[in-house]
């Protein structure tokens, strides 16, 4: 006769449990003003995290990415040899993420959103004005799980950098004067 008692409590605790956790979800949506202020946050504590941890200086340039890549690099690196936790790949991914989309809004018409039309729920993509989607924090997790197969400096120049062909040109350009003026021996060159 205990049965159905401890079929109902249990019940009773499972509804509870569900709708607990589905309030804390729905609480814990950030708004797309929050995402915003949240991922420039996340990108200027990349910059310190750069140099205090890899001697690294990230300025926001597009060729900062690659320097970027490196250190994803060596999280990669690291992850292999010890394993990191799902939530500090997480971490490490809107981190770095965050400074890529910051960039990416540097040089193009872009804005952070809070869900993607292709990924979903809170992806956090960077959406650019032809409503077209970025996601360089799904690079970065990438980047850190797979290695140099998710190279996230290849990502950026063929996505963010090159989209309309014409800034890669500019941004080419800009490298070979700068390197003519500096003395340089070789003008950047993003094609490669």
């Not at 959103?113 to 409503?131: A, E, L, W």
């Not at 350009?173 to 003519?180: D, R, V």
Request: net charge negative; aromatic share 10%.
């Amino acid at each position: 006769m205990i049965w159905p008692f401890l079929i109902i409590a249990t019940l009773l605790i499972a509804g509870s449990w569900y709708l607990r956790t589905k309030r804390r979800a729905t609480e814990s949506r950030l708004t797309p003003q929050e995402v915003i202020a949240e991922m420039r946050k996340r990108a200027e504590l990349a910059v310190a995290d750069a140099k205090k941890e890899y001697d690294i200086d990230l300025n926001f340039s597009p060729e900062s990415v690659e320097d970027l890549d490196e250190i994803l690099l060596q999280i990669h690196e690291s992850h292999q040899s010890t394993p990191l936790a799902s939530i500090e790949l997480r971490r490490h991914s809107l981190k770095w993420g965050g400074y890529i989309g910051e960039v990416s809004k540097r040089i193009r018409d872009c804005e952070w959103s809070v869900d993607s039309k292709i990924g979903g729920k809170g992806d956090y993509p960077i959406v650019y004005k032809d409503r077209s989607e970025s996601f360089p924090i799904g690079w970065c997790l990438r980047r850190i799980v797979n290695g140099e197969e998710d190279n996230v400096w290849h990502k950026f120049t063929y996505l963010v950098v090159n989209r309309d062909g014409d800034y890669l040109d500019a941004l080419t350009e800009a490298g070979a004067q700068f390197s003519e003026e500096s003395g340089e021996a070789e003008p950047n060159n993003y094609s490669e």
